[in-house]
Every structure is written in structure tokens, then in C-alpha cells.
């Protein structure tokens, strides 16, 4: 038996249940199933069976198809059966038992059943589709001519109108030749756009198709679904997604927003919306969201996720603390890098940095191919001033091929922390500082042009000398500044790089008897700090 039906996006969300919201109307549950989400439309459908206003007949049909898919032949007969028993003129359950005997390999009984379905409304070319359909969904290879009569007599009874047929066409092709599929689909919907109805499971796999070709296209055809109808729950959630998976988090926020008003979403629904709401900075509003799914559920890991996010945001360490302490406590959580980061994170910003070295140090055993991870263990290490620790563990992380100028300034400045560590005039004092102004000519090959590089190299040449200022410092602090004073802006934005030089150049100069110099550089000093009475008094003297 060879089963045909569109795979869910559904599976692609964040973890996280399907318990319906206050779910209303079975025809959200059929829509869902038509555009290929079957594991929502059978929340749906189920929750809404014994509603007052459901067409149980509807319900119990897709039920089955739902089942069918699912290889539970027996519960899927079931259903049909159901189905007939509360409304014998609604064909599709009786293509449902055919298809039900095509599965047994009963064909003279499937063609019984199909038989009765097409007598309830003689030439009805969408109870022919069907029945093309029900051919092809078990399988499309041994059952290609009785496809291809149905279709073919459903053509020609509608004239070429039918939209379920090109519905199912579109299917057919759709694994093969996306293109042609989405021209079917397209031609479904300008079938039933000219007798004013939306076909919205021809939109939906239309979209889902095509945006595998061109996702900009795929969107504008949802928006207009949306425009068409703006309350179709379905149409809110499918244009959310596709500007989610086209990296429009902006958008997606904004649809997504808009599609938690309709009752019919669900808890995977909030999840990637709290997720869409830390992105777009809506802090407050993505905890909420989080705490509210936790309130249900929780031992949910996303939302302990988005809690430590959001915390770590709004520099509510402790609160970010709490929500990772939590999420390493369920039992089979599927930790990703990201979970241990934030945890150590949020742990390091309260000087508790015994135990965000733990923590990275198991996020480095269960990720040893991770470099990163070992590059963040090295900063807490330096935060929490293990200078050796610190360039001993980034020195590994260079060692193994990684390294951009980004981190070999940061080795550098790692070598400084540990240089200025040690005692003055020692010969490791002497080592670690030229080890650092190793990486930091390194960065300078690279980027030759850096103001920030040459400030850090000025700092080591100080720290290499015991914090007597050199000429090899001043040189670095005047490359520096003129690199700076190429944008008047680096005036403000760069105000304790100025500050830094001015002052110690001016101590320089002053070691050496060029008074001077000394005062130029110690007066442009107090333009930046002018009550540092220290040096106006010694700026006086000169």
C-alpha cells in the first residue's frame, strides 16, 4: 500500500504539544487536513466532533483520511462507517470505504462502494476526483488507468471546471514537477474564483510549493489569501510561517500576533510566537507568552529557552539563572549549545563564575566539536581572572584551526589580563605580554586600519614595560589617534580611547623631560576629564 499525502509543517515547529485552544468550527479541522497539516486537523476535528454546529458526517470522513495515512486501515474504516451511519447521502464516506477495499485488495468491492457515492449526484465531478483520488492514495502505479478514466471523466462532465480535479493533479505532480503542480493548483483557484468561492487548500499547496522555487511569490500569493479572507485561521498561520521560513522575523511577528487573536491556534502556535517576540525585541511580551505555556505545560524546555533569552536581554540574571537551573532539571530535555551559553551566561553576570565554568565545561563534553563553547569557557575564565586558564583554553580554540581577527584580538587582550596578573618585573610578566603582542601584530596584518588594534597593542607594550609608558606604546597611541581623528565623530564615540593616550603620552613625555609635549598632551587630557585635580595640578607646574 502506497500512502500520498503532503507532509505536515507542523513537525517543523518548535517542541512543543498540540493542545488546542478553545478550538472552534470543524471546518478549521478541514481545512488544516486539505493543506497537508493533519496532525492539527485531527485536533481540531476530534475536539469539535460533538459540537452542535459540526457536520458529523464531514468530521468522521476526514477522521478516516486521517487515519488511512496513519496505516490504521481498521480505525480508518471505523470512521467511515460512522460517517455513513450519520449522513448516508455525503458521498466522500462511501469513496472513503472504497478506498478501504483497495487497501484489502478488493477491487470489485471498491468499485461497489464508488458506485453508490457517484449514484447520490449523478455527473458530479468532484465526487469523480474523489474517487480518482481514492485510486491514488493507495496506489498510484497499479491503479494509474482508473486515475486517469476518473480524471478524465470529471473533465469532461465539469467542462473543465472542477477544481478538485486540478487540486488532485497538482498533487500527483507535486513531488515531481513543483512548477507544473503550482500551474494546477493556480488553475483550481481561478476555477472556483469565477464562481465566487476561495479555494483555500489550492492557495495553501500553491504557496507550499512554489516556495520551494521562489519563496517571494509563494508570500504574495497568501497575502492574497489573507486579503480574501482575513479571519481564515489557516491563512494567518500559513503566511506567518512562510515569513518565518523565508527569514522575515519581522513580518512573521507581526502575522503571528495577529493569528494568536483566532481561537483556533495552538500551544506550538505561542511557542514560535514567544520565540518571534524575543527576536523583534518585545521582551516582555515573549516572557509572557512563555510563563503563560508554562503555566500548562511545565516542563516545556522551549519556554524555559525563551525565559533565559529574554532574562539574559533585560539583564535579569538571576531570573535567567532560575529558568536555566530549571530547563537542566527535566529529565530528557534535549539541551542544545545555545542552553548551556545562556546558563553560564546568566550565571558569569553574577560573578558566579565557579559555576558557569562548570557548566561550559559540560557543554563542551557533550559538544566537543563545538569550538565556540570552548571559546566562551575561555572568556569567564578571564572574567573571572584565570588569566592562565583563560589563553591556555582560547589557545586550543586557535590551535584547532579556528580564528578570525576578531579572536586573535581577543587573545591578545586575554594575554594582557594575564600579563597585568602577574608580578612586575618577572620574566613570565615579560612572556605573557609578547605573547600577546604576537596575536595583536597578527590582527594588525590582517587589518591595518583599526584604531581598537592599536589601542590594545599600546596596552601591552605598557604592560610588557611594568606599566612604564615606552616609545613603542606612544607610537601604537599615535597610529591610533590618527586613525580615530579621520571621523570628528570618534570625538564622543571613542572618548576613553583619546582618554587613555592623552594620558599616558603625556606621562611619557614628561619621563623624559619633554615638558612641552607633556603639556600638550596633558591639557587635550582634562578636555575630556577637567576636574581630575591630580593632573591640572601637575599641568600647573609645567
Do not use: C
Not at 458526517?57 to 470512521?79: D, H, M, T, W
Not at 462511501?94 to 484489502?104: D, F, H, P, Y
Not at 514567544?274 to 515573549?286: H, I, N, T, V
Amino acid at each position: 500500500m502506497k500512502l500520498k499525502s503532503f507532509v505536515s509543517l507542523a513537525a517543523a515547529l518548535i517542541l512543543g504539544g498540540f493542545g488546542a485552544i478553545n478550538a472552534q468550527g470543524y471546518q478549521d479541522g478541514v481545512d488544516n487536513y486539505n493543506a497537508g497539516r493533519e496532525d492539527v486537523a485531527k485536533t481540531i476535528l476530534t475536539n469539535t466532533l460533538n459540537d452542535a454546529s459540526t457536520d458529523k458526517a464531514v468530521s468522521y470522513y476526514y477522521l478516516g483520511q486521517i487515519a488511512f495515512n496513519e496505516k490504521n486501515v481498521a480505525e480508518a474504516e471505523k470512521l467511515f462507517n460512522q460517517g455513513v451511519q450519520a449522513n448516508g447521502a455525503y458521498a466522500p464516506n462511501l469513496i472513503g470505504l472504497g478506498q478501504i477495499a483497495l487497501a484489502k485488495n478488493d477491487k470489485k468491492g471498491a468499485e461497489d462502494y464508488f458506485k453508490q457515492a457517484s449514484s447520490l449526484n449523478k455527473k458530479d465531478a468532484a465526487i469523480t476526483a474523489n474517487i480518482a483520488r481514492a485510486y491514488w492514495m493507495v496506489d498510484p502505479a497499479v491503479y494509474q488507468k482508473d486515475i486517469e478514466k476518473n480524471i478524465a471523466k470529471a473533465l469532461k462532465d465539469s467542462k473543465n471546471q472542477e477544481s478538485a480535479v486540478y487540486v488532485l493533479q497538482g498533487d500527483m505532480a507535486a513531488d515531481n514537477d513543483p512548477g507544473e503542480a503550482a500551474s494546477l493548483y493556480e488553475m483550481a483557484i481561478s476555477m472556483d474564483e469565477g464562481r465566487n468561492r476561495v479555494n483555500r487548500e489550492a492557495y495553501v499547496k500553491y504557496a507550499q510549493t512554489y516556495f520551494r522555487v521562489n519563496p517571494s511569490f509563494a508570500i504574495k500569493k497568501l497575502e492574497e489569501l489573507n486579503e480574501k479572507e482575513p479571519n481564515s485561521a489557516l491563512a494567518q498561520r500559513e503566511l506567518a510561517e512562510k515569513y518565518y521560513d523565508n527569514n522575515q522575523y519581522g513580518s512573521a511577528y507581526l502575522q503571528y500576533k495577529k493569528y494568536m487573536a483566532n481561537p483556533n491556534h495552538f500551544q506550538n502556535d505561542e511557542q514560535r510566537y514567544a520565540g518571534l517576540a524575543f527576536s523583534a525585541k518585545e521582551y516582555q511580551e515573549s516572557l509572557d507568552i512563555a510563563n503563560k505555556v508554562l503555566a500548562k505545560d511545565p516542563e516545556n524546555p522551549f519556554m524555559y529557552r525563551v525565559l533565559m533569552l529574554n532574562n539574559n536581554a533585560l539583564k535579569n540574571y538571576a531570573a535567567a539563572e532560575e529558568a536555566g537551573r530549571k530547563l537542566f532539571s527535566i529529565p530528557g530535555a534535549n539541551l542544545i549549545p545555545n542552553d548551556y551559553t545562556l546558563y553560564a551566561d546568566a550565571l558569569a553576570d553574577q560573578a558566579k563564575y565557579p559555576e558557569a565554568i562548570e557548566i561550559y565545561q559540560k557543554a563542551i563534553a557533550a559538544n566537543p566539536e563545538n569550538g565556540e563553547l570552548v571559546k566562551s569557557l575561555s572568556a569567564v575564565y578571564d572574567r573571572a581572572g584565570e588569566g592562565a586558564l583563560a589563553v591556555e583554553t582560547m589557545k586550543k580554540y586557535l590551535d584547532a584551526g579556528n580564528g578570525s581577527t576578531t579572536d586573535l584580538v581577543n587573545m591578545a587582550r586575554r594575554y594582557d589580563n594575564y600579563a597585568r596578573q602577574l608580578p612586575e618585573g618577572t620574566p613570565e610578566r615579560q612572556e605573557a605580554a609578547n605573547e600577546g603582542l604576537k596575536y595583536i601584530n597578527q590582527s594588525i596584518e590582517r587589518v591595518p586600519d583599526n584604531a581598537t588594534i592599536y589601542r590594545i597593542k599600546a596596552q601591552l607594550l605598557l604592560s610588557a614595560n611594568d606599566n612604564k609608558p615606552s616609545e613603542d606604546m606612544v607610537t601604537a597611541y599615535r597610529t591610533m589617534l590618527d586613525l580615530l581623528d579621520a571621523d570628528p565623530a570618534n570625538k564622543e564615540k571613542a572618548a576613553s580611547s583619546y582618554l587613555g593616550a592623552y594620558y599616558l603620552m603625556g606621562a611619557y613625555y614628561l619621563q623624559n623631560g619633554d615638558k612641552d609635549k607633556a603639556r600638550e598632551y596633558y591639557t587635550k587630557y582634562l578636555e575630556y576629564r577637567p576636574d581630575d585635580a591630580q593632573v591640572r595640578s601637575m599641568l600647573e607646574k609645567l
